[in-house]
């Protein structure tokens, strides 16, 4: 359908949705229901100018730049089967997540307030064995924090505390690598994940969550395996 005033928005069931992109509303009601808002009639959080619902569920970045981002992150993480599985429960939730782009942050992380991850696509890590961690990978550690938060909300807030003593070595039975005393479980187990991915991708895997130090790359893929006496580039 051609109209500038239209937005053809289609859902997993293959129900056809209209939106005004003039109005920031849906022509119908919202077929996520009240997950994201208790006005069913809302469009892309009246952000139609910066935002686009392709689903009819799930919001995501619209400017060209950041579309261009979006898609350049999730096909290069899409070859991990482990992140693959995960993003697809996101996509397939009734509850919506937003991906931020913010280039001025050194925290990629997931709010589940607001159920939102902040990413900064320059962000990469420098490992202490010189190796180079892409900015993407953050994104995939950031989607394994929202898959379980969708899983099990009370589950996923316990896991946010931070142990007081004792040293955790076991996750769901799997023995982690080296703990930070200040890892909390929900960060052992996106860590594990994140391992996992990291395997599959052949990138750098970190230790434990505060291991790295930031640099700024020019790619959100870019990632290098380097040496104890060389930096990787």
Request: aromatic share 8%.
């Given at each position: 359908?051609?109209?500038?005033?239209?937005?053809?928005?289609?859902?997993?069931?293959?129900?056809?949705?209209?939106?005004?992109?003039a109005q920031a509303r849906f022509l119908q009601t919202d077929p996520a229901g009240y997950a994201d808002d208790m006005n069913m009639y809302t469009y892309v959080q009246d952000d139609p100018m910066d935002?686009?619902?392709?689903?009819?569920?799930?919001?995501?970045l619209a400017t060209p730049q950041e579309r261009e981002i979006y898609n350049k992150t999730i096909g290069y993480m899409?070859?991990?089967?482990?992140?693959?599985?995960?993003?697809?429960q996101l996509q397939a939730s009734p509850k919506?997540?937003?991906?931020?782009?913010?280039?001025?942050?050194?925290?990629?992380?997931?709010?589940?307030?607001?159920r939102t991850i902040t990413y900064n696509p320059t962000?990469?890590?420098r490992l202490p064995n010189r190796s180079l961690q892409s900015p993407?990978?953050?994104f995939g550690h950031e989607v394994d924090h929202a898959k379980r938060d969708d899983e099990n909300h009370g589950?996923?807030?316990?896991?946010?505390?931070?142990?007081?003593?004792?040293?955790?070595?076991?996750?769901?039975?799997?023995?982690?690598?080296?703990?930070?005393?200040s890892d909390s479980p929900d960060e052992l187990k996106a860590m594990s994940a994140e391992g996992k991915m990291a395997r599959e991708l052949g990138e750098p895997q970190?230790?434990?969550?505060?291991?790295?130090?930031?640099?700024?790359?020019?790619?959100?893929?870019?990632?290098?395996?380097?040496?104890?006496?060389?930096?990787?580039?």
């Open positions: 359908m051609k109209s500038r005033n239209l937005l053809l928005c289609t859902a997993a069931s293959a129900t056809v949705f209209f939106a005004s992109s935002k686009m619902d392709p689903d009819g569920r799930t919001v995501v899409s070859k991990s089967s482990t992140f693959t599985k995960e993003f697809k919506v997540y937003e991906m931020k782009v913010d280039r001025n942050t050194n925290d990629t992380h997931y709010d589940d307030k607001n962000d990469a890590l993407a990978m953050g589950q996923f807030k316990k896991d946010t505390v931070t142990p007081t003593e004792g040293e955790i070595k076991f996750i769901n039975g799997v023995e982690t690598a080296t703990v930070n005393f970190r230790s434990n969550h505060s291991e790295g130090v930031h640099e700024k790359v020019d790619d959100p893929t870019k990632h290098c395996t380097g040496t104890s006496t060389n930096h990787c580039y």
